[in-house]
């Protein structure tokens, strides 16, 4: 059931502050309040046990705590873990613990679906029901966090935004999640460690260096040719190359934090000397890296991995232009927590 009551934690410090002078208390009760639901993530007025007996009651009759449900828990052979979060409304979404030698980190979802149509994602055939409020991202880290110590015995180290939906077209709640994940008050995390993946919305990447945000951003390019490109991701139409690199310029003259391309590279789709040379010359406008992922098929084959004989000519070719590039291995494959795959088929 939805309630009817507010989620209390919809509202920011000040606003609780506010409250707390509206019924006569003190504004400080409003910083224990937010303490307990933001630092020690809380699911229940009761447990505030700083805070009085009638206090608590007059919040509970006045707000929920809404919070997620880890559902199900599905291990891969590689230790990946993949999560079933349970929204309060009764959406699901997922998000998945990826842990290697070096790193921990958390891939969270952003939005219930997605609004965009890239035809290779499993996430894409979904709608997009509704965006993620703030609490309900910063809620799976805490999540992923907890299984990082219990499975793994060490902290989680990273996060990307690379779950469900586009994080860009839900902008306001992302920043306000990673607001809280690393202010002290919530899970005090350095920026650095927090890498926001976008599918490209240009007018949003230069919010993002307006707005000084000091995580990293990674595009998912996946070809540098204008004609292919909205091929395989139809809104590339609307959010053309061309506009993406200016607003890439825009990001790097502000922030100067190189970019992470993210690039698939298909069988007749963009594995021709082309297709990498298109991308050499894009890779010319800011400093950047690039990922090249393995392809996680969704479905009936019209997309597929490139011969490896394709991947080694763009490693050699960037390479030889000093373009840093990387290869990164599928993960959680066989409980279709890959990248990608993420689109809760319970
Ligand atoms: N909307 C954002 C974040 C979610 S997708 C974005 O596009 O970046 C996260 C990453 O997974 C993107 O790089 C996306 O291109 C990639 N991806 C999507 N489907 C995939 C698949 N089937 N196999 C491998 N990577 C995929």
């Not at 891969?76 to 921990?104: W, Y």
């Not at 993002?208 to 004609?227: G, M, P, R, T, Y």
């Amino acid at each position: 059931m939805v309630s009817e009551k507010k989620d209390i934690r919809a509202l920011s410090k000040q606003e609780l502050r506010d409250f707390f002078v509206s019924i006569g208390d003190q504004a400080f009760r409003g910083n224990q309040v937010y303490e307990w639901l933001w630092n020690k993530g809380i699911h229940n007025f009761e447990d505030m046990t700083n805070i009085s007996k009638e206090t608590r009651k007059h919040l509970e009759q006045n707000f929920v705590i809404n919070h997620i449900e880890v559902d199900s828990l599905q291990k891969s052979n590689d230790g990946t873990i993949k999560n079933a979060v349970k929204l309060h409304d009764g959406f699901v979404v997922e998000s998945v613990l990826i842990p290697t030698k070096s790193r921990t980190t958390a891939c969270v979802s952003s939005q219930v679906g997605c609004s965009l149509d890239c035809k290779f994602c499993a996430t894409s055939r979904l709608k997009r029901m509704r965006n993620l409020n703030p609490d309900e991202i910063f809620d799976q880290v805490v999540a992923i966090h907890k299984e990082s110590l219990l499975y793994h015995d060490k902290p989680l180290s990273n996060i990307v935004y690379m779950g469900m939906g586009e994080p860009l077209m839900n902008y306001k709640n992302v920043l306000e999640s990673v607001k809280m994940i690393t202010s002290e008050e919530g899970l005090g995390m350095s920026p650095k460690r927090i890498t926001l993946s976008t599918s490209g919305v240009p007018k949003m990447i230069k919010k993002l260096a307006d707005d000084e945000v000091k995580f990293n951003l990674a595009v998912s390019l996946h070809s540098a040719i204008q004609e292919t490109r909205e091929q395989i991701m139809p809104f590339a139409k609307s959010f053309t190359l061309p506009d993406l690199r200016e607003s890439l310029e825009y990001w790097y003259a502000k922030t100067n934090r190189r970019i992470t391309y993210e690039y698939i590279v298909w069988k007749d789709i963009n594995d021709t000397e082309k297709d990498v040379d298109a991308l050499i010359q894009f890779c010319q406008s800011v400093p950047c890296k690039i990922n090249l992922i393995e392809y996680n098929p969704i479905d009936d084959g019209e997309f597929q991995q490139a011969a490896n004989s394709a991947l080694d000519m763009y490693i050699e070719k960037l390479e030889k232009n000093r373009i840093p590039v990387t290869v990164r291995r599928s993960r959680g494959k066989d409980i279709d927590a890959a990248c990608g795959q993420l689109a809760n088929k319970s």
